[in-house]
């Protein structure tokens, strides 16, 4: 199993970026995926999870509104939408794959991460 992250980067306070988390190793149309953060110096945050179909989303509370969680089974890639971007925001991205279809917060591999910055 794989789970590659990448589009991450610096951006400016109020900017947006896209995170893709492309997979592989395994029949990604039967599991649910998961977003996850971890900023310096704190523990790991759950930001968003999606079902095997994209057709249920779920969001933690600060991210609703500005965070959107999606998946393309046809790619096997989740993707994270990040709008009005906050220093808060500041952390290390991980998407990690469930272990069924429906998200339990239980995660049976990660990706390795990518950055994201938020500074002006």
């Known amino acids: 199993v794989q789970l590659v992250e990448s589009g991450g980067g610096m951006v400016q306070p109020g900017g947006s970026l896209r995170l893709s988390c492309a997979a592989s190793?395994?029949?990604?149309?039967?599991?649910?995926m998961a977003w996850l953060r971890q900023a310096p110096g704190k523990s790991l945050e759950w930001i968003a999870a999606?079902?095997?179909?994209?057709?249920?989303?779920y969001y933690g509370e600060q991210m609703e509104g500005r965070f959107t969680i999606s998946r393309d089974n046809a790619k096997s890639t989740v993707y994270l939408q990040m709008h009005s971007l906050k220093s808060d925001d500041t952390a290390v991205y991980y998407c990690?794959?469930?272990?069924?279809?429906?998200?339990?917060?239980?995660?049976?591999?990660w990706g390795q991460g990518t950055q994201v910055t938020v500074s002006s």
């Open positions: 999606i079902t095997y179909d994209g057709k249920g989303t």
């Open positions: 990690a794959k469930e272990t069924s279809m429906g998200p339990n917060k239980l995660y049976d591999f």
């Open positions: 190793g395994f029949i990604f149309n039967d599991y649910a």
